[in-house]
């Protein structure tokens, strides 16, 4: 019996994305009955600050973390727009030249049974020797079939794009009605905290204090718990990865239109845009180094991409500090979200990061009457790990760059590439990434995303050097053959992916 009395006390401060869903993964798993929740969960959020809500692209980790929370996947789309998303295309980011690559979802065939980058005649021809996934993209084709039920990616692995504002909109209605967490509109005017350890309480406009046994930081990037009060030290990665703006732009469909089924990455002379496609509209932006460029020329070449060059789509800036904290977790407060640290957009990894967080505050919340201190030291270590393999799997798109301008000939310049990443580089140069290079309990991209952006941009290990290893050339054959035949069946089977979405949804 739960009374209310022993409950645990969770104050998040901040809505949006981060804040809502946290919400309702922690309030998820524990769930007692409809509508309540064996801990006491209390969202604070401000209706005069504006959530920053660019965050349209997920990673397929998005679809069990809506499952486990109890959402219709149906209803997911219907509410927020949203589309399937397989990957990622990359075009422009090797030569300027019209290039591009994949970083399909869907591990190459044969994963984990054999490394066939060593077979191939071009390595380049990696991800089209080995994966179905990309030539269903450049159709337009759905991950499934209408007769597959919600959720199965047993033919193809996906994520989603879809509306942050309207996501994060959802999640607070379903919390509320669905999970028992409660919802206050104020303004978080004071925090009083002992020293910089502990947080005694929080002072609400109306002069409402509340205490918590754990504050979640969701304030986005003004950091007001763990920053502003706990004076956590930022970690800057400006020096790594030198993006620090983005323009956004709505641009609604024209004519008769398809929608993308993957996130296109178009690199520009100082920076890249992004293009993803939802089902009312698309949600493209310019991600940029002002030291590289001038935001008016950054502006132009945006609306040069989506053609307004007479600038009637209203266009928003969203400036940001490339880092994160060095302790996210500190005494009874966490930062999930913007408050523990953001870098660029590329291959959705905020998303993702406030899915993990929030599973493991949800997994992980202490008994009552036990210590934070070691769960919060454990989560300190894995999150010190992820940031730095996020930092290098970011910076992996960079250096094998070929382009001429400025800003592409410093991204590849090895002072800015960090030391973890020039030990892997120096091992993949005669054998490229293998699973064993991946196998902390906590990755967060396996070595078949390495092997993608890799070879995809002309990275190619000297095989030669070991090649009495390589004596597996009938089973690569029988992969590629496999490969061939799986692609000609999806090509012939899957449904298009705007006629999929409203087919389904009309349902």
Known sequence: MHTAQSRQRIVIVGGGTAGWLTAAVVAAKHKIAPGQCALDITLIESSDIPTVGVGEGTWPTMRNTLKDIGLSEKEVFRRCSAAFKQGGKFVNWVKAGGDAYYHPFTVPLGYGRIEMAPYLDQVADFANATNFQQHICEQNLAPRALSDAEYSSAQSNYAYHLDAGAFADMLRDFCKTELGVKHTVATVEQVNASG?????????????????????????????????????????????????????????????????????????????????????????????????????????????????????????????????????????????????????????????????????????????????????????????????????????????????????????????????????????????????????????????????????????????????????????????KQNQLIREQ??????????????WLDA
């Open 490 to 503: 999806k090509l012939a089977n899957l449904p298009n992916h705007r006629d999929y979405l409203t087919q």
């Open 196 to 480: 910089t350890e502990h947080i005694d309480h929080i002072v609400l406009g109306d002069g409402s204090q509340l205490s918590a046994d754990l504050f979640v930081d969701c304030s986005g990037f003004r950091s007001l718990l763990l920053g502003e009060t706990l004076q956590s030290a930022f970690t800057s990665t400006d020096d790594v990865l030198f993006n620090n703006s983005a323009l956004a732009l709505h641009v609604p469909y024209e004519g008769d239109y398809e929608i993308k089924p993957y996130t296109q990455a178009t690199a520009q002379q100082a920076g890249w845009i992004w293009d993803i496609g939802l089902t009312t509209r698309r949600g493209v932006g310019h991600v940029y180094s002002t030291q590289f460029t001038s935001d008016d020329e950054a502006e132009a070449t945006l609306r040069r991409y989506v053609g307004d060059e007479q600038g009637t789509l209203n266009a928003r800036t969203i400036r940001f500090n490339s880092g994160y904290r060095k302790t996210i977790w500190k005494g009874n407060c966490v930062g999930v979200g913007l408050a523990a640290g953001f870098v660029e957009p590329l291959e959705a990894t905020a998303l993702m990061l406030i899915e993990i967080s929030a599973r493991y505050i949800a997994e992980q919340m202490p008994a009552p009457g036990t210590s934070l201190p070691i769960i919060s030291q454990r989560f300190n270590q894995q999150m010190q790990y992820r940031w730095q393999r996020i930092i290098d799997f970011l910076k992996l798109h960079y250096i094998f760059n070929q382009r001429s301008e400025p800003y592409w000939v410093a991204n590849r310049d090895p002072a800015t590439i960090p030391e973890s990443l020039k030990e892997d580089l120096a091992i993949w140069q005669y054998r490229g990434p293998q699973i064993t290079d991946f196998s902390a309990a906590i990755e967060l991209f396996p070595a078949a995303s390495y092997q993608y952006v890799l070879y995809g941009m002309g990275f190619s290990p000297d095989f030669s050097l070991q090649s009495h290893l390589y004596t597996q050339q009938a089973l690569a054959d029988s992969v590629i």
